[in-house]
């Protein structure tokens, strides 16, 4: 027993009576994880807003054409093969047959296989923001970058270079 007739195990009640009195929901604590949730949800307007059912340009058409193959083995024939071959992207366009094989070949189906590049770069920005740089939220002007709009609406290899750019920088 301490002074005052108090014993440690009365110490460590009242204690835990303290924490689980200010565990109870309050309006402040209501405004505080809706804030921080605010940016998550922000994440997934932008993906939502970036990817669009405009027509392809020409680069995503040949991305489209490509991967349009029915096998494997004929993708990975006009991949290396003659005219219009395009084999320096050959692991971006294996990715986008294997997507295309599981989601479609839309134009919204194409442009989205650039989310998980996206997530994983904000990802990256989001650890780099906290960790190294002591700003949690820094990584939210990331989604509002015009370029990331851009390129996350595009059927071509660009997210997925930022992202694995981004990993490599913070790591």
């Not at 689980?20 to 921080?36: K, V």
């Not at 093969?81 to 134009?107: K, T």
């Amino acid at each position: 027993m301490r002074g005052m007739g108090r014993t440690d195990s009365d110490a460590q009640i009242a204690e835990h009576e303290h924490e689980s009195a200010s565990s109870e929901p309050t309006p402040e604590r209501h405004r505080t994880q809706l804030l921080m949730l605010s940016p998550w949800l922000l994440l997934l307007l932008t993906i939502a807003l970036a990817v669009t059912r405009q027509s392809l340009w020409i680069d995503e058409g040949f991305t489209s054409w490509f991967v349009s193959r029915a096998s494997f083995k004929s993708f990975l024939r006009s991949l290396i093969g003659p005219p219009p071959g395009d084999a320096q992207l050959l692991f971006y366009l294996s990715y986008m047959w294997g997507w295309v094989n599981i989601f479609g070949r839309s134009e919204v189906a194409l442009r989205a296989a650039n989310t998980p590049f996206f997530l994983l770069m904000i990802g990256s920005v989001a650890w780099a923001s906290r960790r190294l740089l002591q700003r949690p939220y820094l990584w939210v002007l990331f989604c509002l970058s015009p370029f990331v709009w851009f390129y996350l609406n595009e059927a071509r290899p660009y997210i997925a270079v930022i992202a694995f750019s981004t990993t490599t920088v913070v790591a």
